[in-house]
């Protein structure tokens, strides 16, 4: 069986189906119930209490924070949060769940109908894609296979943390609209500090249920849950195996079965792991031991007054005050930290007396981005700070140095640091702007290589560029391009 939906022949006949469910843990210091600390990688069971571990005849109490971050979540979404929610038992036995149940929210959630818009693909327009609800629910601990040999044994640090789970409708018909959703959503979690979106980490984990259907059928198929997705790219691989796999089966005549099945990134491939439980099964009732979920609607107004520039909005803004392109726009915003990186080199440029956005926003995704991306860095990590980067453009702007010899002095600052105008004055970098130094320059070009010469005066305006960058390499690039370009075009057109 073909693991690639563009591989196997009888996918065009088909329609995917896709729905998430996101498990966000929320940013709080304490957890949902109790005032052990949440903190990520403490020794095994260090973090644990009577409540958290479900004693008998301990009572939660709910942490305020996590009914706030909610509240910022649903909001956010463009969801409706309700002012009467409930908690309930949803009961079902693993090693890793103490109490036997795990606290949750079932038939009245915190927020519910909300939504999000998604840009799969540039030359599409957005896409809805509908969000059920937000849920508030504790985590369970964590089933640990390692350390003993031929034994397991359970942390239980995680438990009680304070967890939201996020439904999407089934409204995702691709892996690439999965993992632009899942892009989408962790960048607004991360916009308003209430998760940290780490997937490795386990912070913001995603169940993707799947099902395939003939196209233009209304009827959704048999749907499948996949565990164990702990990168977007993943997701979107086991996205395609499955849809692969549920096609094989029922172009073979086989029936797909409903089932939770366990992703293997190494191998590229699923097992299943047990049949998929409905609501019934887990025998949900109200939680005796706390009181309904009030929330006033001054509360939510307080809670929205605190809430920060978000990204769609904040893409807008970069579009009007900054004059950049949608996909710039889009690209710096999908990160917070990277935005604010890119504003403050804006900022600095225009202190220099040398505003260019757009050349600003050229150098951080570019250079500086794919150099972070290829040490594996996050822009919090970079090496080059804003100052010296905004330096660097205003000193491009200004006519000082030219791209090309920017690029060398980038490296310098990345592996060396420095300031870029000593890096220029110390090494001889200053661009040329004597006209008579590149006249010298293009005339000798223009001697060496006469049949390009030629062909530029047949008609051929390539070759143009050739003879640009033969200029450019005999002054070692710090000819100005725009003089280069205006002596050359003259001497050219003169001899015609």
Same mark, same amino acid.
């Given at each position: 069986?073909?693991?690639?939906?563009?591989?196997?022949?009888?996918?065009?006949?088909?329609?995917?189906?896709?729905?998430?469910?996101?498990?966000?843990?929320?940013?709080?210091?304490?957890?949902?119930?109790? #005032?052990? /600390?949440?903190? @990520?990688?403490?020794?095994?069971?260090?973090?644990?209490? /009577?409540?958290?571990?479900?004693f008998?005849?301990v009572? /939660?109490?709910?942490?305020?924070?996590?009914?706030?971050?909610?509240i910022?979540?649903?909001?956010?979404?463009? #969801?409706?949060?309700?002012?009467?929610?409930? @908690?309930?038992?949803?009961? $079902? @036995?693993?090693?890793?769940?103490?109490?036997?149940?795990?606290?949750?929210?079932?038939?009245? /959630?915190?927020?519910?109908?909300?939504?999000?818009?998604?840009?799969?693909?540039?030359?599409?327009?957005?896409?809805?894609?509908?969000?059920?609800?937000?849920?508030?629910?504790?985590?369970?601990?964590k089933?640990?296979?390692?350390?003993?040999?031929?034994?397991?044994?359970?942390?239980?640090n995680?438990?009680?943390?304070?967890?939201?789970e996020?439904?999407?409708?089934?409204?995702?018909r691709?892996?690439?609209?999965?993992?632009?959703?899942?892009?989408?959503? !962790?960048?607004?979690?991360?916009?308003?500090?209430?998760?940290?979106?780490?997937?490795?980490?386990?912070?913001?984990?995603?169940?993707?249920?799947?099902?395939? !259907?003939?196209?233009?059928?209304?009827r959704?198929?048999?749907?499948?849950?996949?565990?164990?997705?702990?990168?977007?790219?993943?997701?979107?691989?086991?996205?395609?195996?499955?849809?692969?796999?549920?096609?094989?089966?029922?172009?073979?005549?086989?029936?797909?079965?409903?089932?939770?099945?366990?992703?293997?990134?190494?191998?590229?491939?699923?097992?299943?792991?047990?049949?998929?439980?409905?609501?019934?099964? $887990? !025998? $949900? @009732?109200?939680?005796?031991?706390?009181?309904?979920?009030?929330?006033?609607?001054?509360?939510?107004?307080?809670?929205?007054?605190?809430?920060?520039?978000?990204?769609?909005?904040?893409?807008?803004?970069?579009?009007?005050?900054?004059?950049?392109?949608? $996909?710039?726009?889009?690209v710096?915003?999908?990160?917070?930290?990277?935005?604010?990186?890119?504003?403050?080199?804006?900022?600095?440029?225009?202190?220099?007396?040398?505003?260019?956005?757009?050349?600003?926003?050229?150098?951080?995704?570019?250079?500086?981005?794919?150099?972070?991306?290829?040490?594996?860095?996050e822009?919090?990590?970079?090496?080059?700070?804003?100052?010296?980067?905004?330096?660097?453009?205003?000193?491009?702007?200004?006519?000082?140095?030219?791209?090309?010899i920017?690029?060398?002095?980038f490296?310098?600052?990345?592996?060396?640091?420095?300031?870029?105008?000593?890096?220029?004055? &110390?090494?001889?970098?200053?661009?040329?702007?004597?006209?008579?130094?590149?006249?010298?320059?293009?005339?000798q070009?223009?001697?060496?290589?006469p049949?390009?010469?030629? &062909?530029?005066r047949?008609?051929?305006?390539k070759v143009?560029?050739?003879?640009?960058?033969?200029?450019? %390499?005999?002054?070692?690039?710090?000819?100005?391009?725009?003089?280069?370009?205006?002596?050359?075009?003259? %001497?050219?057109?003169?001899?015609?």
């Open positions: 069986m073909s693991q690639d939906m563009s591989s196997f022949a009888g996918t065009d006949r088909y329609e995917i189906v896709v729905g998430l469910e996101v498990h966000a843990q929320m940013r709080t210091q304490s957890k949902i119930f109790c #005032g052990c /600390p949440t903190r @990520f990688g403490a020794a095994a069971n260090t973090q644990i209490c /009577p409540v958290c571990a479900a008998p005849g009572l /939660p109490v709910l942490n305020r924070e996590v009914v706030n971050m909610a910022k979540t649903g909001l956010a979404i463009h #969801g409706q949060v309700r002012l009467l929610s409930e @908690f309930s038992r949803k009961n $079902y @036995f693993y090693p890793d769940l103490p109490a036997g149940y795990q606290i949750s929210q079932y038939e009245l /959630p915190i927020v519910e109908h909300g939504h999000l818009l998604i840009t799969p693909t540039a030359d599409l327009p957005p896409k809805r894609i509908g969000i059920t609800r937000i849920h508030i629910e504790v985590d369970a601990g089933s640990m296979h390692e350390g003993i040999q031929g034994a397991s044994w359970v942390d239980l995680r438990t009680g943390t304070p967890l939201m996020i439904v999407s409708e089934p409204d995702l691709s892996a690439l609209e999965a993992g632009e959703y899942l892009k989408k959503l !962790r960048a607004i979690v991360r916009y308003l500090g209430v998760c940290d979106g780490n997937m490795e980490e386990g912070s913001f984990r995603c169940d993707a249920n799947v099902s395939v !259907r003939l196209r233009g059928e209304s959704l198929g048999t749907r499948c849950e996949l565990k164990n997705l702990n990168s977007i790219r993943n997701v979107m691989r086991a996205i395609d195996y499955e849809a692969v796999r549920q096609i094989d089966l029922i172009e073979s005549g086989e029936r797909v079965i409903q089932e939770s099945r366990l992703w293997n990134a190494d191998l590229n491939s699923s097992r299943s792991m047990r049949g998929k439980e409905d609501a019934h099964d $887990y !025998r $949900y @009732f109200p939680e005796p031991d706390l009181p309904p979920l009030r929330i006033s609607a001054a509360r939510i107004e307080s809670v929205a007054a605190s809430m920060p520039e978000l990204p769609d909005a904040k893409a807008t803004r970069l579009q009007t005050e900054y004059q950049l392109s949608e $996909y710039d726009a889009g710096l915003t999908a990160s917070q930290a990277l935005a604010d990186y890119f504003e403050a080199v804006a900022r600095y440029t225009a202190e220099l007396g040398h505003p260019n956005p757009k050349m600003a926003a050229n150098w951080v995704i570019g250079e500086l981005g794919g150099r972070l991306n290829k040490d594996n860095l822009i919090q990590q970079s090496p080059i700070s804003v100052q010296q980067l905004g330096k660097l453009v205003a000193m491009i702007q200004q006519g000082v140095i030219s791209g090309k920017a690029k060398e002095i490296e310098t600052l990345f592996t060396d640091g420095g300031d870029p105008q000593h890096i220029v004055e &110390q090494k001889g970098l200053q661009q040329v702007t004597d006209s008579a130094a590149i006249e010298e320059a293009v005339e070009v223009l001697a060496t290589y049949e390009d010469v030629a &062909q530029y047949a008609g051929k305006g143009l560029g050739f003879l640009v960058g033969q200029i450019m %390499k005999a002054t070692q690039g710090k000819a100005n391009p725009a003089l280069v370009n205006q002596l050359l075009r003259a %001497k050219l057109d003169k001899r015609l």
